[in-house]
């Protein structure tokens, strides 16, 4: 889960990319203008921003070229932009944009640049990270008795398996047609739900169904949509 920064003028855009966003998992923070995306990276560095290029105030390249600058680009920024020259998104990737998608965004291409741009942080914090220092020498841990250990001869216990979701389930068909097609619906979302992390934008792809009506069926259903999400 990432702490993501969407800059754009547009509220369509900015609700949704915020709804994809938010359920892969993500943290999302929202700007509609150049001074509302300062004051955010201000109060802290956003594992990622997602930045238009045309607004009102100042355009999105003078701010990447501000915060570069400044020393304020230490994060992934991703340029969006439904009008703009190759030449703005060739200038854009010299100051330092990882990647530039064209409205109108696909989600398909949205996730993926998202992806990538956050794997690529990670892999750079870990490299940073591999980088030879002092060698220290850690004293030997303390051996401690622990109940396991006394009743095992020492020997640790095999892990807690947690059991995922269930593709296969038995239900009881001795009832009302309604009741038992209900009962089947709401175990087929709660797997899906589960099996996608619960993703809405996944589980509607994955099953047929537009979102709201997706949306307006759980509750009908009274799947708990809090299932599945994953944690912080």
């Known amino acids: 889960m990432a702490n993501i920064l969407v800059v754009d003028d547009e ?7 915020s709804e994809i966003l938010n359920d892969e998992g993500h943290n999302v923070e929202l700007a509609e203008n150049a001074a509302q995306a300062r004051s955010a990276r201000q109060r802290g560095r956003p594992d990622l921003v997602l930045l238009d290029i045309w607004m009102p105030d100042t355009d999105g ?4 070229k501000e915060w570069s600058t400044t ?27 990882q990647a530039f998608l064209e409205k109108p965004i696909t989600m398909q291409k949205l996730l993926k640049a998202v992806e990538a741009a956050l794997t690529r942080t990670t892999s750079a914090a870990a490299a940073a990270a591999r980088k030879p220092g002092p060698v220290m020498m850690a004293a030997p841990p303390a051996v401690e008795l622990t109940v396991e250990a006394a009743m095992t001869g020492g020997q640790s216990l095999p892990p807690v398996v947690e059991m995922g979701p269930q593709a296969r389930q038995l239900f009881e068909l001795d009832k009302p047609l309604r009741d038992a097609r209900d009962e089947f619906e709401k175990s087929y979302f709660e797997f899906h739900l ?26 009908q259903l009274g799947v708990d949509l809090s299932r599945g999400k994953r944690s912080a």
């Open 11 to 17: 509220l369509g855009i900015r609700d949704l990319l």
């Open 61 to 64: 390249v003078t701010l990447l």
């Open 71 to 97: 020393g304020l680009l230490s994060m992934p920024v991703i340029m969006m932009s439904g009008h703009a020259t190759i030449e703005t998104a060739v200038e854009a990737t010299k100051i330092g944009a």
């Open 194 to 219: 589960a099996k996608e992390g619960g993703s809405m934008t996944r589980v509607a792809e994955k099953t047929g169904l537009e979102r709201t009506h997706l949306y307006r069926k759980l509750k």
